[in-house]
């Protein structure tokens, strides 16, 4: 079934409106991008696919205070990485096309040098039910507002000194069309012009400028940009010959997830704070830090495809989020075993050089790819917290005098531990004859399995991410929502077989929940990438 915008564009297809579909995403370069990002990404990149089009990657870096090349070079990885490969497109190479544009606006008459404080210009806008003031500059003359522009662009203004307003209507219902700025002074490196220009557009002037350049057919922005469209559509007309085949703008729902931080704004502060190692730290919503943490781009793809495109904004539970890559390691990830918080557990029945060597299945879902080896030896690790020596109520995992099977191994009985109960140092088993799995004919039942690692284990750090939000949002205050544990790190145990494991490689670690080994890290670390079930209502 076709979404609205989908609908939009067969319309103008069937009538004859449009024969070339183009789409663009348009960052600014002030930041990383993140999930809400890649639902932008994925709807315009199937948008033009779809329709045998093209999306252009714009960067709109029309604010040179806040942008740089670090951000334009991850935004373009993480296009790519999401499966975008089109062609690559600056605003800055459009800055001379405006500047001739807003020239051609104050020659018509529809634009003006203002040079009031801004204070006076924010007193003057007026409110919501109360019309704006015009300033005593509306009606400078043309001759003088062209002067004064070019004098902008020569160098010859300070900071903030002057500013060029569309002339529009101050008594609109919309403030966005009260004689909005739409060129300012700015005295900073631009990323890539250099000190070239002295002058800088504003966004709502700068981004249908753009879109005509490229002969985007479908502008679709999130639906905060609905009230400025009307800005939108008026430069394109005032401008009138200079673009004879204006796009439209279309406006769809943003993307919000709870316990999820969608403002860069507060994303780059958590970086610059400290709180999180960097822009791709696993725990951040970035495109970077969930690649980096073990999302798959088809996870993402398939979560967008998931939520779908709307007109109302909403929020969406995390759960979507996490059963999209759930659901695909589940199908494709090779089983393995680690061991998060160990505890030595010591067979007393076998040699001391025992060592059995027992099938593991590495992936039921891909009987294809069959079984490996793994060697169970007289010392063993396993979870501290399967073991009990006052095992609470149901408790399904070993005891003193009771019974478990060890993970694609035999049941065994334990028979005693080294230590107190309060701290227990060491167990002690016996390997039950007869019980080998694949072979066990002797009928003794079990209430649990248990996952293990040998002697030959590997040490590991086995990184635990929560969300960087508590799930309680009536805190008043953003740095009162931050989950101070959203990082828990643990040093435990990995077969020996995870040591070759390659950056980027998932596994399903039995019990644990699915794994990655860390991309940037040189040692053993491996990231949780998501639960083996739904966990995100817990509360903080």
Known sequence: MANFIEEIIEADLAHGRETEITTRFPPEPNGYLHIGHAKAICLNVGLARKYGG???LRFDDTNPVKE????????????????????IFFASDYFEVMYRAAVTLIERGKAYIDDISPEDMKKMRGTLTEPGVESKYRNRPVAESLALFEDMRAGKIADGALVLRAKIDMASPNINMRDPIIYRVLKARHHRQGDKWCVY?????????????????????????????????????????????????????????????????YLKKLVDEGFVSGWDDPRMPTIAGLRRRGYTPASIREFCERIGVAKANSEV???????????????????????????????????????????????????????????LT???????????????????????????????GYIIKCTGYDGTPENVERVHAEIIEGTRSGEDNSGIKVKGVIHWVNCKAVK??????????????????????????SLVVKHGYAEEYLASAKKGDSYQFMRQGYFCRDSKEDGLVFNRIVGLKDAYNKKK
């Open 54 to 56: 093209k999306c252009n």
């Open 68 to 87: 740089e090349d670090e951000y334009v070079q991850s935004i373009i990885e993480d296009a790519r990485w999401l499966g975008w490969d089109g062609e």
């Open 201 to 265: 557009p504003m966004y709502d002037f700068a981004h249908p400028i753009e879109d005509a350049v490229e002969n985007i057919s479908h502008s679709v922005c999130t639906l905060e940009f609905e009230d400025h469209r009307p800005l939108y559509d008026w430069v394109l007309r005032e401008c009138g010959d200079m673009f004879p085949h204006p796009p439209h703008q279309y406006e769809f729902a943003r993307l919000n997830i709870e316990r999820m931080i969608m403002s860069k704004r």
């Open 317 to 375: 539970e995390v759960g979507q989020l996490e059963s999209c890559i759930r659901e695909e390691l589940n199908a494709t990830a090779p089983r393995a075993m680690a061991v998060l918080d160990p505890l030595e557990l010591v067979l007393d029945n076998v040699p001391e050089d025992f060592c059995e060597k027992l099938d593991f299945e590495i992936n039921q879902f891909e009987p294809d790819k069959g079984s490996r080896t793994i060697e």
């Open 378 to 408: 007289k010392h063993i690790f396993i979870e501290r917290g399967d073991f009990e020596v006052v095992p609470p109520p149901k408790y399904k995992r070993l005891t003193p005098g009771g019974t478990v099977r060890l993970k694609s």
């Open 460 to 485: 590991a750090e086995l990184r635990l991410y929560d969300y960087l939000l508590i799930a309680d949002d009536t805190a008043p205050d953003f740095n009162d929502r931050l989950n101070p544990e």
